[in-house]
């Protein structure tokens, strides 16, 4: 028997306190194959908290990354599989992170930031301690997926919606591919490009 994790998010509305963002919350479930019969199994809170929790993605097998409100901004949560702890990798009061996503070949995660001023950029946080570095200094980011180490593809703020861009982080090169794409940007995996 093989066990497999799945995030599922699960939105709560809220009726009489409709905000522009939801009460949402992160479960995990276990998936479990015998004989040929798959089940979802052992559904479980993990963020378990009032505001918004969105945006899980997996660090590794065993950490899971997501955006969760607390003290009136959304910071980056790491929520550890084997223990079941919850701990926060960011507090920035001068802004919110959403979209946490491990950088490759690094121990670090990116998140967007959208600050206080408006101001909307792509941050590095050190998965230990928080510290952070810009990305990209020139591109308000809505949406962001590594390709490679040193390539990140995103939907773009532009001027008629969001710009699909190729970012190359070495060189600060930002191919402009198409306009007004979605925002679901994903890597399929074991694909070359």
């Known amino acids: 028997m093989r066990i497999k994790y799945v995030l599922i998010i699960a939105l709560l509305f809220s009726l009489p306190n409709l905000q522009a963002q939801q009460n949402t919350e992160v479960y995990l479930l276990d998936?479990?194959?015998?004989?040929?019969?798959?089940?979802?199994?052992?559904?479980?809170?993990?963020?378990?908290?009032?505001?918004y929790d969105n945006q899980p993605s997996f660090y590794n097998e065993n950490t899971?990354?997501?955006?969760?409100?607390?003290?009136?901004?959304?910071?980056?949560?790491?929520?550890?599989?084997?223990?079941?702890?919850?701990?926060?990798?960011?507090?920035?009061?001068?802004?919110?992170?959403?979209s946490p996503l491990k950088i490759p070949g690094k121990n670090s995660t990116s998140a967007?930031?959208?600050d206080t001023t408006g101001l909307q950029r792509l941050y590095e946080y050190s998965i230990w301690d928080g510290t952070y570095t810009e990305?990209?200094?020139?591109?308000s980011i809505g949406y962001h997926v590594w390709f490679d180490e040193e390539t990140i593809v995103?939907?773009?703020?532009?001027?008629?919606?969001?710009?699909?861009?190729?970012?190359?982080?070495?060189?600060?090169?930002?191919?402009?591919?198409?306009?007004?794409?979605?925002?679901?940007?994903?890597?399929?995996?074991?694909?070359?490009?």
């Open 31 to 51: 998936i479990k194959t015998v004989n040929g019969k798959t089940e979802m199994v052992n559904p479980r809170n993990i963020s378990n908290n009032e505001g």
């Open 64 to 98: 899971i990354l997501f955006s969760s409100t607390r003290r009136g901004q959304t910071d980056i949560a790491k929520y550890d599989v084997k223990t079941g702890a919850l701990t926060y990798i960011s507090d920035t009061p001068q802004g919110s992170e959403y």
């Open 112 to 114: 967007i930031r959208l």
């Open 135 to 139: 990305i990209l200094k020139d591109l």
């Open 154 to 193: 995103s939907a773009a703020l532009g001027n008629e919606g969001l710009d699909l861009v190729v970012s190359n982080i070495k060189n600060g090169s930002h191919d402009t591919i198409y306009s007004n794409v979605g925002r679901s940007l994903h890597k399929i995996p074991k694909e070359p490009h």
